[in-house]
């Protein structure tokens, strides 16, 4: 198994986070720093930190309704950190990001394979918003948002769009571009005022309470790795 998805694996960090600890030699094996590409084997040590790698007793799936200016990082270097906003007891880490300006739901766990197969897998997999913008909303604003907007070099793809109200929207997604919504909203000369995020896939974020975590129902769980599978 590829050094990366061996840490993933026992819980400590996503993929990503692990090749990051890799690049910035915090990894050894059997003392010494490994490449990217290792291949771990049960005759192997491996340490983060000078530390033994730590294996987790089992698997963890956690929403939460972050509140605005914590940050999704469990780098205790960062203010307001997820980790240090969670305080659980056993390492959990974020399935990818909400920025420090936004709010609603986020998955945690300690389960890196369903992590990565989140994050990387090659289905579109939804992810739902309601957007509150600055001025009001107009039909060739909603279309254009539909349609997709130039930003970071790219056009976004098409997605599903629906007003609200005067100044509030729904917006699904199946790309996750950073800072995306903002900077499309941006690119159409609108300012988000308030963003939040109230679904990924079949997990809602429903009368979860502003700021407080709840576990996944099996039931919940069940259907996400079926989507991903």
């Not at 033994?52 to 469990?74: Q, W």
């Not at 203010?79 to 986020?106: C, T």
Request: proline fraction near 3%; hydrophobic fraction near 35%.
């Amino acid at each position: 198994m590829r050094i990366n998805k061996y840490i993933s694996n026992s819980g400590f960090c996503s993929r990503r986070e692990a090749e990051r600890l890799i690049r910035a030699g915090r990894v050894t094996v059997n003392g010494e720093s490994p490449e990217q590409n290792y291949i771990v084997t049960s005759d192997d040590v491996v340490f983060i930190d000078g530390k033994p790698l730590p294996f987790k007793k089992s698997d963890l799936y956690i929403a939460l309704n972050k509140p605005v200016g914590v940050v999704c990082t469990n780098a205790k270097s960062v203010k307001n950190n997820i980790a240090d906003y969670m305080n659980y007891p056993e390492r959990i880490f974020a399935i990818g990001r909400l920025d420090k300006d936004s709010e609603g739901l986020i998955l945690l766990t300690n389960d890196g394979e369903i992590a990565h197969k989140i994050l990387y897998s090659e289905h579109e997999h939804e992810k739902e918003y309601i957007v509150t913008v600055d001025k009001p909303i107009t039909n060739a604003f909603i279309n254009e948002m539909k349609q997709g907007v130039e930003i970071l070099n790219t056009i976004t793809k098409p997605c599903k769009v629906q007003p609200i109200n005067e100044t509030t929207f729904r917006i699904i997604l199946t790309q996750g571009l950073n800072r995306q919504i903002r900077r499309m909203c941006k690119q159409l000369t609108y300012k988000v005022v308030r963003l939040q995020r109230v679904r990924i896939m079949n997990i809602n974020i429903d009368e979860l309470d502003y700021g407080k975590w709840r576990n996944l129902t099996d039931s919940e769980v069940f259907e996400l790795k079926s989507q991903l599978n």
